[in-house]
């Protein structure tokens, strides 16, 4: 099912929502949705990208396999820095990439909380991306799957490592203070980053980082129920409502064949196999 019946009804959930709002018919404070420019229907845009030849795209060799030196294959791991309020002496901040492409813009926009640091405390600012994603890809557009046992937290950490320490030698920083930086996936990786490399790592700042993997994570939609209800509890209530019709359609054959039609899903939903079971169970 390729996960396409969750898509969907995230879309209608969206849609729902969206309705709720324009509708105006609750005392909503849209104010308080507006945060560092947060648009209605989405989260805080990317820091727009700066004119490259201030921030230009630079690049690291990383070995493809950190634990085994048998394997020669090299990448490149595409970064960028900004060394406009550094000072001899001062801290070394390093932003760890997350899941989707970087750009210079994360270095460079002084509202963000991060620079607005690195301009009080005289911090130099590096920001790596993370291996497979952006233009930080060891096998370009012609990878296999195979490929991808090179894509790991514990791979990502040691290019972190071994950044820090070509920097501090190419650098000649002196008793270097790194601090991490980091939110959600990549903030995981800043507070693993403390706790495996503290020779390296002088403190971390990990924002929202889910550093406890839950096979039934019932928290984090709890907190999405909450926030539908605060917005409009008759949207919250009509979704509740679906979800609840759905997990009953899932339970029978016809109600499957219903699902499939009405939802235009493209394959046949079969709960003996182990993608739709997974997919079922989430619903």
Request: with cysteine; glycine share 8%; charged share 20%.
């Amino acid at each position: 099912m390729n996960g396409r019946v969750t898509v969907l009804l995230l879309l209608l959930v969206g849609c729902a929502l969206s309705a709720s709002l324009n509708k105006g018919s609750t005392g909503f404070n849209r104010k308080r949705w507006l945060i560092h420019g947060r648009p209605w229907h989405g989260l805080v845009p990317l820091p727009a990208a700066h004119d490259a030849s201030k921030f230009p795209d630079q690049w690291f060799t990383q070995p493809l396999d950190n634990f085994n030196a048998s394997i020669k294959q090299t990448y490149q791991q595409r970064y960028w820095s900004n060394d406009q309020f550094y000072k001899p002496g001062g801290p070394i901040f390093i932003m760890l990439g997350g899941e989707g492409p970087e750009s210079n813009g994360w270095v460079r926009a002084e509202g963000l909380e991060w620079v607005t640091l690195a301009k009080k405390f005289n911090a130099m600012l590096y920001l790596i991306e993370h291996r497979f994603y952006g233009e930080s890809q060891p096998y370009g557009k012609l990878i296999s799957i195979d490929g991808y046992q090179y894509l790991s937290s514990r791979q990502a950490l040691a290019d972190m490592a071994n950044f820090i320490k070509a920097k501090n030698a190419e650098m000649k920083y002196e008793n270097p203070k790194w601090i991490v930086f980091g939110g959600s996936y990549s903030g995981a990786l800043a507070a693993w980053a403390r706790q495996q490399y503290p020779e390296l790592v002088y403190g971390s700042l990990a924002s929202s980082a889910p550093i406890q993997a839950e096979v039934d994570f019932y928290q984090y939609l709890e907190v999405v129920e909450f926030a539908f209800s605060q917005v409009d509890a008759q949207c919250a209530d009509s979704i509740h409502k679906q979800f609840v019709l759905l997990q009953k359609l899932m339970k029978t054959a016809a109600g499957r064949e219903t699902v499939k039609v009405e939802m235009q899903v493209c394959e046949r939903i079969d709960p003996h196999t182990p993608r739709t079971s997974i997919n079922s169970g989430n619903l």
